[in-house]
């Protein structure tokens, strides 16, 4: 994920350009090297999805904790210093994917609670963690719905490393697409 003149890398690593960072980690592109930015995700975990907003990067994966604070999956991270931010959704399975638009931070997986509310496969959050209303469900039941969220997830966002995926922010023609293809208020 580039945001402004940093690259964030999250996968399984233990480290990065010789130093130690578990699962996520900055660089610099002009001169390649690692940033002090280390938010420590769980050693026995793994970072699959990142999203920027502002000073926040936002974290999905398989990880009980994130900067020794305890985050279930998911997390917001502080863009300057690597500390987690208030931000606290825990979800009860692995977050793969994560967009952000505007005040609204979505996610995909394969949990079944975010934010301690029954959401299958696919959440819309609030930038305090807060399930909103406006996706709070697929039509489709069982494995359509998630094969729904899925297709979305996967069209708008594209894998770029063996170590580790980077997923980029769908367009707002894809997020139509999707709210047009089954998604329920």
């Given at each position: 994920m ?8 999250g ?12 699962k996520i980690?900055?660089l ?5 090297t690692v940033?002090?930015w280390?938010?420590?995700?769980t ?5 699959l999805?990142l ?12 990880f ?37 638009s505007?005040?609204t931070?979505?996610?995909?997986g394969?949990?079944?609670t975010?934010?301690g509310q029954p959401?299958s496969?696919l ?11 406006r ?8 494995s359509?719905?998630?094969?729904a969220?899925?297709?979305?997830v996967l ?7 063996s ?5 980029v ?7 139509e ?7 329920s208020?």
């Amino acid at each position: 994920m580039v945001s402004g003149s940093t690259v964030y890398a999250g996968g399984f690593f233990t480290s990065i350009g010789g130093l130690p960072r578990n699962k996520i980690a900055a660089l610099n592109p002009d001169d390649r090297t690692v940033t002090p930015w280390n938010p420590d995700a769980t050693a026995n975990a793994n970072v699959l999805a990142l999203a920027v907003s502002g000073s926040t990067v936002y974290a999905g994966g398989n990880f009980t904790s994130i900067g020794g604070q305890p985050r279930q999956n998911i997390a917001a991270i502080n863009a300057g210093d690597g500390t987690p931010t208030p931000f606290s959704a825990n979800a009860n399975d692995g977050v793969f994917a994560l967009a952000v638009s505007d005040s609204t931070v979505y996610a995909g997986g394969f949990f079944t609670t975010i934010s301690g509310q029954p959401r299958s496969t696919l959440a819309a959050l609030t930038t305090e963690g807060i399930v909103t209303r406006r996706y709070r469900r697929l039509r489709a039941g069982g494995s359509a719905r998630r094969d729904a969220a899925r297709q979305w997830v996967l069209q708008g966002f594209r894998p770029r490393c063996s170590t580790g995926i980077r997923f980029v922010q769908p367009s707002a023609a894809l997020t139509e697409r999707f709210v047009a293809s089954g998604v329920s208020e």
